[in-house]
């Protein structure tokens, strides 16, 4: 059974930073690429980062571009996204999910249940 599993959201202020973390299990990690979407509220889903299977090729939304970075550990099973000088519309729920393929191009096949981001002062 594929699990995915995010961590690391919270409670930041303003201009401060978080790392998320996905744990995944139930399937070849490092076969697949992975990527992370948000959600924040009222809104709908956006996509924000992918990396491919192998790690060595990543893409970012415009509008996260040099604000978050994601990146993956397969020895670790486990994908992150270090996010930096928050701000309060980077609130959201943040989802991990799982590729169809060694690209993000392939769409997404399952996604885990999510972990809010709260950017407040």
């Known amino acids: 059974e594929v699990q995915l599993v995010e961590s690391g959201g919270g409670l930041v202020q303003p201009g401060g930073s978080l790392r998320l973390s996905c744990a995944a299990s139930g399937f070849t990690f490092s076969s697949y690429a992975m990527t992370w979407v948000r959600q924040a509220p009222g809104k709908g889903l956006e996509w924000v980062s992918g990396?491919?299977?192998?790690?060595?090729?990543?893409s970012h939304a415009d509008s996260v571009t040099g604000l978050l970075t994601i990146s993956r550990d397969n020895a670790k099973n486990t994908l992150y996204l270090q996010m930096n000088s928050l701000k309060p519309e980077d609130t959201a729920v943040y989802y991990c999910?799982?590729?169809?393929?060694?690209?993000?191009?392939?769409?997404?096949?399952?996604w885990g249940r999510g972990t809010l981001v709260t950017v407040s002062s």
């Open positions: 990396i491919s299977s192998s790690g060595g090729y990543t």
């Open positions: 999910a799982k590729a169809g393929g060694s690209w993000w191009t392939a769409g997404m096949d399952y």
